[in-house]
T-cell receptor
Framework: GENVEQHPSTLSVQEGDSAVIKCTYSDSASNYFPWYKQELGKRPQLIIDIRSNVGEKKDQRIAVTLNKTAKHFSLHITETQPEDSAVYFCAASKNTGTASKLTFGTGTRLQVTL | NAGVMQNPRHLVRRRGQEARLRCSPMKGHSHVYWYRQLPEEGLKFMVYLQKENIIDESGMPKERFSAEFPKEGPSILRIQQVVRGDSAAYFC????????????FGSGTQLSVL
């Protein structure tokens, strides 16, 4: 089955700096890669996603890049703000037309300091 | 449009009792997924259901755990004879269908086994 690894496990940046979180996946057939943000005690919320036919996607201060050859994808947050502090999870799935369960990484705890 | 609804929000059980967790998907969503999250860990896939069908239960323990998604009513995750190791947050997610993999999560049920 799919295996998703995520690094780093914790990340501390100063407000205004950029943050980068990296993930690798094992199944070359995976074709959908979402990122979720989870605040303490809250539900995971989808913040951005990318499909395998696209190399990069941007939404305001967040962007995701995908390298299919190397089987890794990254989340980039620019101009970080204190409210960006949360745990971020990457995930991967393959839509085969029958089932598309997400396999999650182990999470990155991002702390944005003033 | 209400989001994914889970109840109860918190559930306390003594060892050996049964736990029933409920999930109502978003309106128009016919696919339900259950994930378990241990403290400081990622989300682990348990089971994927469509109405009246279990599509993938590869992440569900073989004993004591069962799930259903009846034609009418919410999806139910049932844990019989709970043990302390079952203490975790259980999240339900729903998606519109096979052509749309975006998963939207509920607020979770925090199960505590005494």
């Amino acid at each position: 089955g799919e295996n998703v690894e995520q690094h780093p496990s914790t990340l501390s940046v100063q407000e205004g700096d950029s943050a980068v979180i990296k993930c690798t996946y094992s199944d070359s057939a995976s074709n959908y890669f979402p990122w979720y943000k989870q605040e303490l005690g809250k539900r995971p919320q989808l913040i951005i996603d990318i499909r395998s036919n696209v190399g990069e996607k941007k939404d305001q201060r967040i962007a995701v890049t995908l390298n299919k050859t190397a089987k890794h994808f990254s989340l980039h947050i620019t101009e970080t703000q204190p409210e960006d502090s949360a745990v971020y999870f990457c995930a991967a799935s393959k839509n085969t037309g029958t089932a598309s369960k997400l396999t999650f990484g182990t999470g990155t705890r991002l702390q944005v300091t003033l | 449009n209400a989001g994914v609804m889970q109840n109860p929000r918190h559930l306390v059980r003594r060892r050996g009792q049964e736990a029933r967790l409920r999930c109502s998907p978003m309106k128009g969503h016919s696919h339900v997924y259950w994930y378990r999250q241990l403290p400081e860990e990622g989300l682990k896939f348990m089971v994927y259901l469509q109405k009246e069908n279990i599509i993938d239960e590869s992440g569900m323990p073989k004993e004591r755990f069962s799930a259903e998604f009846p034609k009418e009513g919410p999806s139910i995750l049932r844990i019989q004879q709970v043990v302390r190791g079952d203490s975790a947050a259980y999240f339900c997610a729903s998606s519109p269908g096979l052509s749309n993999e975006k998963l939207f999560f509920g607020s979770g049920t925090q199960l505590s086994v005494l």
